[in-house]
């Protein structure tokens, strides 16, 4: 698991670098002059420029690997913050993000589909995937309160100068640590259990994923493009970007909690979606009808039930793949994941003033939690070997 563990360091950086600028990106564009609606298209744009490179991911990562696409990513990230230091116009910096957006469309599909070849063991791809939902909650448990902490004391502008320079030297170690693993160097174990993926009654790989799974991802990321969105509006000082930094790292620290409960892997992936999702959908409906509690401590909880949810939604897909074309299922996950996180802040930003955008999350998870029992006309099975570990 050499190549596991390379790779969870290079996501650990990536992941601390993308979400150091969480906090920092709304002050920015309103120091440029940026009205809250055009936040909400710039966040949308950022979101909606992942579907074209999500497309092109999902069958370029089955045909060619995983290696040139993560390191593409983090290098074409890394020269756009390089650019980003120097915008003075709101509009420089809406064309700059949905570059940004296309070129960061394919490091997650990448990512998922290498971790998802390193074994061929059902439980060990849950586990790998667990890992990578530990290493993205790390990251971000600490990044946005450093952002925010940088931003106050050297500015936005070599604050962005930074964090392109992380990113660029991480492209480059990715480059060369990185390997493409298509079971070629598995344990001969691992090889026949491989060969006998067919076999298995998880799905036959020639069908396709119901769609209906998909709505989920699409809902999970409307609410976190709501909540990305509304935080960083609370104030554009630098004491309240401050503020908003560590309210991003107790979401973070809630995802945390949970992803740390390993006994969750042993529990069914479709249930800890499903509850999750339905734990998540209250919290936000708590929030949204101003509830007397601390708000920090409904973010926690808001971080606990995602971090049930992060590691669920990809170990689901990946039974529900047969054991295959996992470059284009990680794909088609980005593409609900972008398509949600456009919805989400685009619909805040033009009703926030008529109802609470929490709300709106709030709705867009009981619609998802509604319809993804009927995925399957057939009841939900996994394979003997995975549900009993």
């Known amino acids: 698991m050499k190549t596991a563990v390379w790779l969870y360091l290079f996501l650990f950086v990536a992941f601390f670098d993308l979400h150091a600028q969480y906090p920092i990106l709304t002050p920015f564009a309103i120091s440029l002059g940026a009205a809250p609606s055009f936040i909400g298209l710039m966040m949308g744009m950022y979101s909606i420029t992942h579907l074209p490179g999500n497309l092109l991911a999902g069958y370029s990562v089955d045909r060619l690997g995983s290696r040139l696409f993560i390191v593409f990513s983090l290098l074409g990230a890394g020269v756009i913050l390089l650019f980003q230091s120097q915008v003075t116009d709101p509009w420089q910096l809406l064309l700059l993000r949905s570059i940004s957006g296309f070129v960061l469309a394919f490091l997650s599909p990448a990512c998922l589909a290498l971790l998802a070849k390193l074994t061929s063991n059902r439980t060990e791809q849950g586990k790998l995937m667990a890992g990578n939902g530990l290493v993205h909650t790390l990251a971000t448990v600490v990044s946005p309160a450093a952002g925010a902490y940088l931003v106050a004391q050297i500015g936005f502008a070599t604050a962005f100068n930074v964090l392109g320079w992380i990113l660029i030297a991480t492209s480059i170690c990715a480059l060369i640590f990185i390997r493409d693993n298509r079971f070629a160097d598995l344990p001969e174990a691992d090889r026949l259990q491989k060969e006998s993926l067919p076999q298995m009654k ?64 042993k529990i069914s992936a479709f249930y800890r979606t499903l509850w999750g999702a339905l734990a998540l959908a209250l919290i936000y409906f ?58 989400g802040p685009m619909l805040a930003g033009q009703l926030r003033g008529q109802l609470s955008p929490y709300y709106i999350a709030f709705l867009a998870l009981m619609i998802a939690v509604t319809v993804l029992p009927f995925h399957s006309r057939r009841p939900y099975t996994t394979n003997t070997h995975f549900s009993r570990n």
């Open 202 to 265: 998880v799905r036959d790989e020639g069908s396709p994923i119901p769609w209906l799974v998909f709505v989920l991802p699409i809902a999970t990321s409307c609410a976190q493009g709501i909540l990305s969105f509304e935080l960083p509006l609370m104030s554009s000082t630098k004491e309240g970007i401050m503020t908003t930094g560590l309210l991003f790292s107790v979401v973070s620290i809630g995802a945390l909690i949970t992803l740390s409960m390993l006994f969750l892997n």
């Open 286 to 343: 708590t929030i949204a009808a101003g509830t007397p509690l601390p708000f920090a401590i409904m973010l926690l909880f808001v971080g606990m039930a995602k971090g049930i949810i992060i590691p669920a939604i990809p170990t689901l897909l990946i039974e529900l793949s047969g054991g295959s074309r996992y470059g284009r299922t990680f794909s088609v996950l980005s593409i609900a994941y972008s398509i949600g996180a456009f919805i």
